[in-house]
């Protein structure tokens, strides 16, 4: 899928969780639903580190750029060494290691590990780094016209503000105990990057998703449903069909997870 389709289903992702744990009795407060939905929309977009056109490549300027090129080398160098002989030759990383439910796992705990250990500037730039990729999936139109400099900056002053508001007291959630109380940001960081991945799965390439595991003789092989049911990337039915789709999700998700249904 695209970028804005990645973004608003990791965002329905989230709400769709807050409304089923207060349905558990264990509700979100509302800036944890707030603050995870955006992790989570622009954690959805986080998997195509591998592809140099993507929307993440573009979000930090030439640093993201760079990125993109080494992630897409180690990606295709974990594929070539890993790949079984039924696993089909390739040229590049794409929908590789970055694309499996083990790297969504490994950024999630490292997120978690950096809001634990960092303190609040590690909280701080956590919430940067995905609220500037929500802004670029979310609002694409806007981001695309506007300079980088402007969405930095929207970033910057929306994670500063967030931050404040999650520090104030009765704004925690699951973790509760001294160093621990911002744990909880790993969550929506794999859960984006596992949303990615099952959006992906729908296409016509499908997804990779459950690397390393061999299926049908296969490490990589490509998850998804029956090829009749499978779209190309931009089509009709993700931007017609699905983006509504999760937007509707989204939002039923949201009033549930606040009480108001």
Not at 69 to 80: F, G, I, W
Not at 133 to 139: D, K, S, Y
Not at 207 to 217: T, Y
């Amino acid at each position: 899928m695209m970028g804005p389709a990645h973004s608003l289903s990791g965002a329905a992702a989230w709400l769709g969780l807050g409304a089923a744990v207060a349905a558990a009795g264990h509700p979100m407060p509302w800036p944890v639903l707030l603050a995870g939905s955006l992790i989570c929309a622009g954690a959805a977009l986080a998997p195509d580190l591998d592809h140099k056109s993507a929307t993440i490549s573009r979000a930090f300027g030439p640093l993201s750029r760079g990125l993109c090129e080494v992630v897409d080398k180690l990606s295709y160098a974990v594929y070539k060494w890993s790949r079984s002989a039924r696993d089909p030759r390739r040229s590049g990383g794409h929908r590789t290691l970055t694309h499996t439910w083990l790297w969504a796992v490994l950024i999630g705990a490292g997120a978690s590990a950096v809001a634990a250990t960092a303190g609040r500037w590690g909280v701080l730039f956590l919430l940067f780094v995905h609220l500037v990729l929500a802004v670029e999936g979310l609002l694409w139109r806007a981001a695309r016209m506007s300079s980088d400099v402007l969405v930095w900056l929207l970033g910057a002053t929306s994670a500063w503000i967030l931050a404040g508001v999650l520090d104030q007291p009765g704004n925690g959630w699951l973790f509760t105990a001294p160093g621990q109380e911002y744990l909880w940001l790993g969550l929506p960081v794999v859960l984006g990057a596992l949303v990615h991945d099952l959006g992906d799965a729908l296409t016509v390439s499908g997804c990779p998703v459950l690397w390393p595991i061999p299926i049908a003789g296969k490490r990589w092989y490509p998850v998804g449903p029956p090829k009749a049911m499978r779209f190309r990337a931009g089509s009709w039915v993700e931007l017609k069909v699905l983006m509504p789709v999760f937007m509707l999700l989204g939002g039923i998700g949201g009033a549930s997870a606040l009480g108001f249904v």
